[in-house]
């Protein structure tokens, strides 16, 4: 057998059954590649959640379509055991066939309770050296060394010298290589035995990205200071205790660090007392001019993105770690104001946005039921969150959710609360928005928990917010007493306004909705280098920062993110359609059948007909591709609801007190 899937899709051969229920408590059917599988066949997935929820779907969607006497091949979804299938509707028993799945089938001689923890990303590599090395039955320690050594290439008696360590951990950290915590622990113990890592600060650096970066930066002023015997950069205050000096010049690690400062991820210092040649790999780690620093970033920068283009067949992380390279670069150019970089970048982007959307196209429909432990869609977020509060009684979170801001505009951001606040600590990531990126069908997902599909109703208008966030937060267990709900937040004083909105000593679930980026954005005349400007002014005021302070002041987790992003575009022709379309967005139009969408589509031919894919019934979007929309021609805006890199993946923060 070539792959773990394989034994799975054995059972799902189309028109053999209307309807199959599934126990897949290890959400194995909605792995990405397998769900993709699956749809491609002509199955349709969909999660049984919430019985109320799952019955409107079930009824609206699939049921009449049975009635008709046409054929469908849904399968249903339940994260249970398969004892636990007696237990939904008699109606759905009688009409469905059962199958279930588990880790444990597929990996019967691995440790069960260490499988669960790993990433089903990674199953293949772990199917395959199962099929090669053929393990006899395995402990749980055992089996996470099989893990380490197989699927992440760690092993650690392997691991002797600071060279060693240092190497492992840059190949998973820049890779975005994230190690389960219960396979952390176990290097830790284990390189614990060895008494050169006794000072290193394991317990963070091995499975948090951010501290191991924090600790590489730390380190970097005290080698620049080696190399050049300035005293200064000798003398600068640890916060991660360890080693002072590490091997940055040794081959296997240099190869990392200059790509690490142009991504962003270390920062420069400023330069040493020694010559430094323009073609040093340590260049890119100091601070010479600011007009030199910057030119030699972008250039670099567009170099790692042209050889890093996501290839067809890629999972969504890819296209997340890409576009927060892709962000910075852009950030960058834009705030420059140079124009022959304006150009490659634009020229760049067109080729990425036909790409990203050629991808969409195909894979979108396979992340949406991802689970959401490490969320994929902004329709995880709250469910990511409800986890935090499920795993401790005293637990509480706050969401920030800062209206139409796109990723690069967040590196802009991203500087100015550094530098306001030198104790954040970021962690920083990014999830897909909902297509259309309206407001109202992506800001909804995100206070809802739920695809749009389940919120018809307000679908056009973003009205019921508040209730879907105190509804989910209520099915999650809480009071309506303990959730707060906020918005049209960005400018004022952040005590006063609050203060009427969170009891401190109850208050257990927060969302916030800072809309000052989409006002910037509707009013914006000057491109993407304006809206940089004028999202940095805002920021500088200082509003954002204090909203995070006073929520890390209550003891709140605290995460970021936004609704969806923007791109700067140019017109190319109004519909002149009067109320056919329901929505008519500057990126993106909503019909509510497919046949008028085609008719106007025939006139607009730069715009494509978007799958309605999670969205409710009568709800079919027009959107116009790449740089085009929907507007008088050879106008310039900057506007939302397309399918662009710019407009879908969208920042996910954690904001965290330093040591």
Known sequence: MRSWRESILNDFVPNVSKLTLVADPDSLLTEETLALELRSRGFELIEF?????????????????????????????????????????????????????????????LSYPVLEQLDRSFLDALFEAQHTFSPDRMGDNATKDFILRHVFRVAAELIISDVDLLRVLLRLHYSKIAIPEILADRLVQQLRGQAGFQVWPLDVIVSDEDAFFAFLQERWPLFLGKISEDSQLREIPMKYRGPDYLPFDHHDIRVYIDNLFVEGKLHPVQKPGVSIDVSSWIRSGIVDSGAADESLRISRLFEIIEKDVPVEDCRYSDWIAFALKWAELTALVHCAANEESKTRLLQIGDKLNAAFAQWLSTHYSSIINLPPKNPAMLHHVSRRLAREIEDGS?????????????????????????????????KESAVFAWVPTLTSVSRQAIFSGKPPIYFPASIQ??????????????????????IAYQRGLGDGDVSAILEAVIHPDRTRAVGLVVDKVDKIMHGMQLGAAGMHNQIKQWAYSGFLNSLIDYLLDRGYQVWMTSDHGNIECQGKGRPSEGVIAETRGERVRVYPTPELRTTVARDFPFASEWQPIGLPQGYFPLIASGRDAFVTPGTAIVGHGGVSIEEVIVPLIKFERGL
């Open 461 to 482: 208008s973003t009205k019921s917010e508040s209730s879907l966030w105190k509804q989910f937060w209520e099915d999650a267990g809480l009071s309506r007493l303990d």
């Open 394 to 426: 005293n637990s509480r979170v706050a969401l920030i959710v800062v209206d139409g801001l796109a990723l690069d505009q967040w590196i802009s951001v991203r500087q100015i609360l550094q530098a306001q606040n030198s104790s954040l600590v970021v």
């Open 49 to 109: 959640d919430d019985p109320v929820e799952f019955r409107y779907a079930y009824e609206s969607t699939y049921r009449s379509i049975w009635d008709r006497g046409e054929h469908t091949d849904l399968v249903v979804i339940l994260r249970l055991q398969d004892t636990e299938l007696e237990s939904l509707p008699y109606d759905l028993l009688q009409a469905g066939r059962k199958l279930s799945y588990n880790l444990g089938n597929l990996f019967p001689h």
